[in-house]
């Protein structure tokens, strides 16, 4: 599965940004998708999930509230919508698939689809 992230930029703190990633691989509706972000010096952390129905979706703890995660599988696309942000939001945001789990969703190491991955960047 090939994915590709976008919708990265710079934005003040307390705005707004949509994330998108897409793919043209015609199984996308059979996988969880995830985004991660790794800001500098800094492992990759988890973000969110969404299950291949769209019916469960998680967060991090330092996100809750604020972004939300969709997809549309009719378009091969998931979304990661990030309303009030932080300047510690900044980071290079990476989207992940995968259909099956031996441990936590959470675990980056459970994913073998990577996108690129797009920045983000939140100015004070």
């Known amino acids: 599965v090939q994915l590709q992230a976008s919708g990265g930029g710079l934005v003040q703190a307390g705005g707004s940004l949509r994330l998108s990633c897409a793919t043209s691989?015609?199984?996308?509706?059979?996988?969880?998708m995830a985004w991660f972000r790794q800001a500098p010096g800094k492992e990759r952390e988890f973000v969110g999930a969404?299950?291949?129905?769209?019916?469960?979706?998680y967060y991090a703890d330092s996100v809750k509230g604020r972004f939300t995660i969709s997809r549309d599988n009719a378009k091969n696309t998931v979304y990661l919508q990030m309303n009030s942000l932080k300047p510690e939001d900044t980071a290079v945001y990476y989207c992940?698939?995968?259909?099956?789990?031996?441990?936590?969703?959470?675990?980056?190491?459970?994913?073998?689809?990577w996108g690129r991955g797009t920045l983000v960047t939140v100015s004070s």
């Open positions: 691989d015609r199984t996308f509706s059979t996988y969880t």
């Open positions: 969404i299950s291949w129905s769209g019916i469960s979706i």
């Open positions: 992940a698939a995968a259909r099956f789990f031996s441990g936590s969703y959470t675990d980056r190491g459970q994913y073998p689809y």
